[in-house]
């Protein structure tokens, strides 16, 4: 199945319009933490503020879960 990944803080939103294939949801889940821990350890995600988040959805548009992105974390 493909999965989208966009990152938004409510008001701005990047879409994720080429996803990406996963087994199912738990492994897109396992996937989009991996990368959000690359983003932190390369210091990509310094200066992001509050309120962001990683929203995966199905390839229909329906959100499937919500991963909130502490940049310091």
Request: hydrophobic letters at 40%; zero cysteines.
């Amino acid at each position: 199945m493909r999965f989208h990944f966009d990152l938004t803080n409510g008001q701005t939103t990047m879409r994720d319009h080429d996803g990406a294939e996963a087994n199912d949801l738990a492994e897109a889940i396992a996937q989009a933490r991996t990368v959000i821990d690359e983003l932190r350890i390369g210091g990509e995600l310094m200066d992001v503020g509050d309120n962001w988040q990683l929203v995966i959805r199905a390839p229909d548009g329906t959100e499937l879960q919500f991963i909130p992105i502490d940049p310091k974390t």
